[in-house]
Nanobody
């Protein structure tokens, strides 16, 4: 069983930055690919970014490409999402997720590709 705990969310003005963290425990963390998703009120949960177990492969949603960076530190069992140049449309609850498949496949954009989820952290970007 994997436990995921997100942190780092908050309120920020447009153009600002935040770094989200997701601490994992319960398994051999390095064998999981990790992803970040977000869900705005009244909308479906959407893919943001993913990283392979080695950290050598990443994938981003077009809406965040060039502004967000996903990374991981397997020694600390933690995955990060650095968010720059935030926009009001980035406002959402952000979730991290772990997939037993360690590689980045096209299916990483699907919520069904992930086996464990955190409880989420709120990010609010004011205009």
């Amino acid at each position: 069983q994997v436990q995921l705990v997100e942190s780092g969310g908050g309120l920020v003005q447009a153009g600002g930055s935040l770094r989200l963290s997701c601490a994992a425990s319960g398994v051999t963390y390095g064998s999981y690919a990790m992803g970040w998703f977000r869900q705005a009120p009244g909308k479906e949960r959407q893919f943001v970014a993913a990283i392979s177990w080695s950290g050598s492969s990443t994938k981003y949603a077009d809406s965040v490409k060039g502004r967000f960076t996903i990374s991981r530190d397997n020694a600390k069992n933690t995955v990060y999402l650095q968010m720059l140049t935030l926009k009001p449309e980035d406002t959402a609850v952000y979730y991290c997720a772990a997939s037993r498949n360690p590689m980045i496949l096209p299916s990483v954009v699907l919520t069904t590709s992930y086996d464990y989820w955190g409880q989420g952290t709120q990010v609010t970007v004011s205009s």
